[in-house]
């Protein structure tokens, strides 16, 4: 799969402007607040419907415009795929493929497949549980539509409930009839999104576990645990047991919408025992894993974006993720660095075409 040309109309700081891409090695550079990191936003948001820096779909549109147009030219599978995602101040955002606009935007997940390393990755150690939770689902319902759409139904059930939750204290009734049809629901959904979790994880850990040993040059040993209240009891369960909890708080306390994922080094938390070079080689780890996974699921190889890679990472890091790029079959690559020579140099000792785009 290649994305072959990108055009942007008033897309963030971009008023309008067109990219013919190298197949293979496509390096964006200039100074900071020039639109780099908005170009490898942009190619997101055609594989997602959104941006990864900021999904709100308004604050995306330049300053002074109501509207913004990103439209990419794919090969895949040696056919033609013309993707072009508009929003406008007020209306809905559309997504089309070839012409056609899509009725839900979860049809189009896992159509381009996609990685992205950046430094905003380190949000998966420093954030709470709901960061790691999207991080999994992201990676799972890029091949398996299956899963977002019942994610999707979990997350409206799970806000119906909470709002009956908090209907019950404001208005001082309860009512066991209409808050076991939710119960029910939440069950249904949520223990088959477990067991797709859980199955992920078992996985997709040794292909991380793999991947650390390879990029980390220390013998430290690294973990990756899934951790959810539907290992030792059944979701119905546990939402009869604790409604007394939940009249109180007028939230649902328990299901999948808790899970986390829990990254240790040595037996500990990353976030609190691991130097700032190991949290590093932890993210991309698991952003060389997702690469993996993806590519295994689809037999594609997704795009791989590389936000200010070379910034924020040590020679010796940066260049075996190039090394990787030249060794395997890795498909097409976005970098967007401050210092064009820099990347450059870097790049040129990779046996591939590339293009260098100065903005």
Known sequence: MVLESL??????????????????????????GVGKTNVLDAIYHLSFGKSYFNPITSQNIK??????????????????????ISAKQGQKKMIKRNGK??????????????????????????EGSSTRRKFMDGVISQGDPQYLDTL????????????????????????????????????EFGTLLFGKRAAFLKEFTPIFLKRYQSISSGTETVGLEYKS??????????LQ????????????????????LVFEIDGHPIKKFGSQGQQKSYLIALKLAQFDFIKAQSKVNPILLLDDIFDKLDEQRVQHIIQLVDD???????????????TEAVIKKVHQTYKMFPL
């Open 152 to 187: 999707l139904k979990y997350n409206k059930t799970l806000a119906q409930r909470n709002s009956l939750l908090k209907y019950f204290a404001a208005n001082n009734t309860f009512n066991q009839d209409t808050l076991s049809i939710y119960n029910e629901q939440l069950h």
């Open 328 to 342: 395997e079959n890795f498909g097409q690559l976005f970098i967007s660095d401050t210092h064009a020579d820099r």
């Open 229 to 238: 209240q539907l290992h030792n009891n059944d979701l119905l369960s546990l």
């Open 101 to 126: 606009a899509y009725e839900k935007f979860s049809e189009h997940i896992g159509f381009l497949p996609l990685v992205i390393i950046s430094p905003a990755d380190r949000d998966l150690i420093i």
């Open 63 to 84: 300053h002074g415009t109501d509207f913004f147009v990103i439209e990419g030219d794919y090969t895949k599978n040696d056919r033609p795929e013309k993707i072009i």
């Open 7 to 32: 055009s942007l109309l008033n897309y963030k700081n971009f008023d309008a402007v067109t990219f013919q891409m190298d197949p293979k090695i496509n390096c964006f550079t200039g100074h900071n």
């Open 241 to 260: 047991a604790n409604i007394s909890k939940d009249k109180i708080t007028q939230y649902t306390n328990f299901g999948i919408h808790k899970d986390d």
